[in-house]
């Protein structure tokens, strides 16, 4: 189980990248980084190179962390038209 650590904890200073935060392990007490739960909801929609919609650009994050593979922003118009919401 993970938790989320203070501002002055081990934190403070762990840079964890786009779409993932840094949580204190309850199993270790070591700082780690993980998956962002959500994002802020705002709508300013996005294709991902997977050919995913997504609702802005920190779901592309959030999905490439969550499914371990790199996904970049494209310039599509198709995808706007064609593409799966997320």
């Known amino acids: 189980f ?6 002055f904890g081990s934190c ?6 786009l779409g993932r935060h840094c949580v ?5 007490g070591q700082a780690e980084c993980a ?4 994002c802020k909801r705002h709508y300013k929609p ?11 650009h920190c779901e592309v994050h959030r999905a490439a ?4 593979q790199k996904i970049t922003i494209v310039h599509n118009e198709d995808c706007f038209f064609k593409g799966k919401y997320r």
């Open 24 to 28: 204190i392990s309850r199993q270790t």
């Open 46 to 56: 996005v294709c991902g190179s997977d050919g995913e919609f997504y609702e802005n």
């Open 35 to 38: 998956c962002m739960d959500l």
């Open 12 to 17: 403070e200073n762990k840079y964890c990248g």
């Open 2 to 7: 993970l938790i989320q650590d203070g501002p």
């Open 65 to 68: 962390c969550l499914k371990t």
